[in-house]
């Protein structure tokens, strides 16, 4: 455990409580996570446990509170595309799951997470563009971090389900 407020990086143990805060994300975008036993929920654990055994490519930092445990995280994932001009190793970096509970809320500690991932993708891997999917109450924090308009604009296309009819 980090002194309170300090982030430090998650590790395996800590998948149920990032799966936790991810459900809490959803709510803030208006998206019912559904019940505790939610499929996607089983689905998320197994995906965060994976992931954080693999430091090179995946890193979560979380915030620690001595009455409530995990209490916020921010998630940063090292993906691979085509080499580029502005990425010559075409690694690119996605934060993602950036979620604070309601009582510890307005208190820095999303701000501290998502800092300690960009020291991560500066530090620790060949990155040189992260992007990052804003909420309207999150876009502030963002941009405050350096984070801007992308050159290109974003589309994006829903593959159906194979299951819905």
Known sequence: ???????????????????GLRALMFEGM???PGPADAPWRAAALAW????????????????????????SCAVGAVEV??????????????VSSVSTAPGARRRGHARACVS???AWFDEETDVRVVDLSATADGAGLYRSLGFDVP?????Q?????????
Do not use: I
């Open 1 to 19: 455990m980090s002194p309170s407020g300090t982030p430090r990086r998650a590790g395996v143990e800590d998948a149920a409580a990032l799966v």
């Open 30 to 32: 208006g998206r019912d």
């Open 48 to 71: 965060f446990t994976e992931r954080l055994a693999d430091p090179a490519t995946f890193a979560a930092f979380v915030v620690d509170d001595p009455g409530a445990g995990v209490v």
């Open 81 to 94: 595309h085509g080499p580029g001009p502005g990425s010559p190793s075409g690694a690119h970096g996605r």
């Open 116 to 118: 300690a991932v960009l």
């Open 151 to 155: 050159r290109t604009t974003a589309l």
């Open 157 to 165: 296309r829903r593959v159906p389900s194979r299951t819905e009819g």
